[in-house]
C-alpha cells in the first residue's frame, strides 16, 4: 500500500512503530534522499509517533552533528509546520560509528538499539536499510544474524532494505540470493529499486486493471509495438568509478526496465496483494524470449558517448570522465529488442532503451497501436492516418497522454495529431517527493509489492545475460560512437528502421 492509497475512512494508516537503521549514513543517499524521505513522510503524517533513525558509518561523529548534516535545506522549513516536523523527527535521529568487518561492532549496535528501544519506546521492530557497496550486503547480513539482530519473535519484525545493483550478472545475483537467505527468510528481504517509488509506474496497475477502455485491447490484436525509454541528459558525474566496471547494461536493463515492462504487459493478478502482483511479474519475465548469440547481433545495440553538446554546453566523452579507463569498452548506451512468447503478446516487438549524455531526460513508455485500414481515406486529401499513440511519462513530468486523428476545421477533409493530456501536477498537485517515500513507508508496513523477489532478480539477469557474453566475447570497435547530446549511434535507430518503425526520443 502506498501512502496516497493509506486513507480509508478519513484515518490515515501511519507506518509501524520501528527503529530505521541506515548503514552507509556518511554517504551521499542518505542526505539527499532517505531522511528527506522520511521527512517527508513526517510531514505528510505517515510516520508512527515511537520511531528512531539511526545512522551507521565508519566515521566518528555525534548524535548533534549527524543530525545537522542531514537536516533539510532552510527552503523546506520555511512553514511552521515543517519546522515542527524536523524538529519532532530530529529529536529521534541518532548515529552510531561501526566497522562493519569486525564482528563487536554489530554487538555494539545490539547494545545501542535495545537502550534506544526503552529511551523511544520502540517495541523492538527493526528496519535495516543498507546504502553500502553490493560486496557489503551479504557480510553485514551476517553479522547481523551473528549478532541476532534478524530473529523475529513474540511479535518484532526485522527486515533488511537493499539497494541494487543485485549482482553483476546471473550467477553473482544467484549466490547473492542464496548468501542472503542462509541468514533471513525471503519475506524480510525489501530489494528496493527506486522507480517503482513513482507514481506513474505505480499507476500502470490502475490504469490497465481498473479502465475498462483499455484492458480490452491491451494484446497483440491492438498494439503494434512498445518502447520502453530511459534516457538521461547526464554523464556518469562522480560515479565512473562503480559505472566503469558496470555500464548502462548492468545498471539499468536487468531492473528498472525490465520492471516496467513487466508491470506493462503482466496479466491481470487475482488480487493486488503483493506476492500476487509478483507471481505475474516473474511470470512475463520468465516468457521473455531468450536471445542468441545471432539475435545479439542483430537485436542489440550498445553504445558509448564522445564529447559534444548538452544544452549548448560542451562536454566532455565518457573516456575523459573521472575514474574512466582511457580506453574504456564501457557501454553507456543500449538498445534491444525482445518478445515476449505468450499469446497476449505474439509478434509484438518491445524496443528498450537506456543511455548516457542524450538530448533530455526522459523516462517513458509508449504504447503504439495498430494503423486501421486506410481504405476509407483512399479518395480524400489525407495521405496518411495519425498513429495512435500512449504515453506513460515516468519522469521527470509525471502523466499520461493520448494521441489520435481528429478533422481539422474546414471544408477540405484533413487530418491533424491531436493529445489528450494528464498530468499528476495538474490534478494532484505538488507534493514533496524524493520517489522513496512510498517505499520507505511501504517497508514499514510490510507491504513488499513495489520490491523485487528473488525470482524476479533472477528472471532480470536471466534476459540480459545472452548480451553480457557476447558483449564480452567480443569487444566492441568503434567507440565512442554517438556524440553526447544525441540519440545514441546510427545503428539504434536502424534496430527500429528495419521494421518500418522510429524511436519516439520524448517528443510528446
Known amino acids: 500500500m502506498s501512502p496516497a492509497a493509506a486513507r480509508t475512512g478519513g484515518e490515515v494508516r501511519v507506518g509501524d512503530p520501528c527503529v530505521v537503521i ?30 528512531g533513525v539511526v545512522g551507521v558509518a565508519r566515521s566518528e561523529m555525534s548524535h548533534a552533528a549527524f543530525r545537522e548534516k542531514v537536516k533539510p535545506e532552510e ?20 548515529y552510531h560509528s561501526a566497522d562493519v568487518s569486525k564482528p563487536e561492532a554489530f554487538q555494539a549496535l545490539r547494545e545501542m538499539l535495545g537502550k534506544l528501544d526503552g529511551q523511544l519506546k520502540t517495541p523492538g521492530n527493526y528496519m535495516f536499510y543498507l546504502s553500502v557497496a553490493p560486496e557489503l550486503f551479504a557480510p553485514i547480513v551476517h553479522g547481523l544474524g551473528k549478532a541476532g539482530l534478524l530473529q523475529e519473535s513474540a511479535g518484532r519484525w526485522r527486515r533488511v532494505v537493499i539497494e541494487k545493483p543485485f549482482g553483476h550478472d546471473l550467477q553473482s545475483a544467484i549466490q547473492l540470493n542464496q548468501d542472503l537467505r542462509q541468514v533471513v527468510s525471503e519475506r524480510q528481504i525489501f530489494r528496493i529499486d527506486h522507480y517503482l517509488g513513482k507514481e506513474t509506474v505505480q499507476n500502470l496497475l490502475v490504469f ?111 573516456r575523459e570522465e573521472e575514474k574512466v579507463a582511457p580506453a574504456s569498452t564501457t557501454d553507456t548506451l543500449v538498445a534491444l529488442r525482445v518478445y515476449i512468447d505468450n499469446w497476449r ?19 517513458e513508455i509508449v504504447i503504439q497501436f495498430k494503423t486501421p485500414p486506410f481504405m476509407l481515406f483512399t479518395r480524400t486529401p489525407v495521405s496518411h492516418l495519425t498513429t495512435n499513440r500512449l504515453f506513460v511519462r515516468i519522469q521527470p513530468d509525471e502523466g ?25 501536477v495538474d490534478w494532484f498537485g505538488a507534493r514533496p517527493s524524493t520517489g522513496y517515500e512510498t517505499l520507505l513507508y511501504d517497508a514499514m508496513v510490510g507491504d513488499a509489492t513495489l520490491f523485487q523477489r528473488a525470482d524476479m532478480v533472477e528472471a532480470g539477469w536471466r534476459m540480459v545475460q545472452p548480451l553480457i557474453d557476447v558483449w564480452k566475447a567480443l569487444p566492441p570497435r568503434d567507440f565512442p560512437n554517438y556524440p553526447a547530446g544525441t ?16 524511436w519516439e526520443n520524448g517528443e510528446t
Do not use: C
Open 487 to 502: 540519440w545514441g549511434p546510427a545503428d539504434a535507430d536502424a534496430l527500429l528502421e528495419r521494421d518500418g518503425r522510429h
Open 400 to 424: 499520461i497522454s493520448l494521441r489520435f486523428g481528429a478533422k481539422v476545421p474546414g471544408p477540405i477533409l484533413e487530418m491533424g495529431a491531436v493529445k489528450m493530456d494528464f498530468r499528476y
Open 75 to 94: 527552503k523546506e522549513l520555511a512553514s511552521e509546520e515543517a519546522r515542527r516536523a524536523w524538529a519532532t523527527l530530529a529529536e529521534r535521529v541518532f
Open 22 to 51: 541506515i548503514f552507509g549514513a556518511s554517504g551521499d543517499l542518505t542526505q539527499r534522499k532517505l531522511v528527506p524521505a522520511l521527512f517527508n513522510l513526517q510531514t505528510q503524517r505517515f510516520l508512527p509517533r515511537d520511531i
Open 345 to 363: 503478446w505474439a509478434h509484438v516487438p518491445f524496443y528498450l532503451r537506456t543511455g548516457k549524455r542524450m538530448p533530455k531526460r526522459v523516462t
Open 208 to 318: 490497465r486493471f481498473g479502465n475498462s477502455i483499455f484492458e480490452p485491447i491491451w494484446s497483440h490484436h491492438f498494439i503494434d509495438h512498445v518502447q520502453v525509454t530511459a534516457a538521461e541528459e547526464l554523464g556518469v558525474e562522480s560515479r565512473g568509478g562503480y559505472y566503469d566496471g558496470a555500464g548502462a547494461l548492468r545498471d539499468m536493463v536487468p531492473n528498472h526496465i525490465a520492471q516496467l515492462v513487466s508491470l506493462v504487459a503482466m496479466e491481470p493478478p487475482i488480487s493486488f496483494h503483493a506476492d500476487a502482483v509478483r507471481d505475474e511479474q516473474v511470470k512475463l519475465l520468465r516468457s521473455i524470449q531468450p536471445l542468441s548469440p545471432e539475435d545479439v547481433l542483430h537485436a542489440a545495440v550498445r553504445g558509448q558517448y564522445g564529447p559534444g553538446q548538452v544544452k549548448g554546453e560542451k562536454v566532455p566523452g565518457y
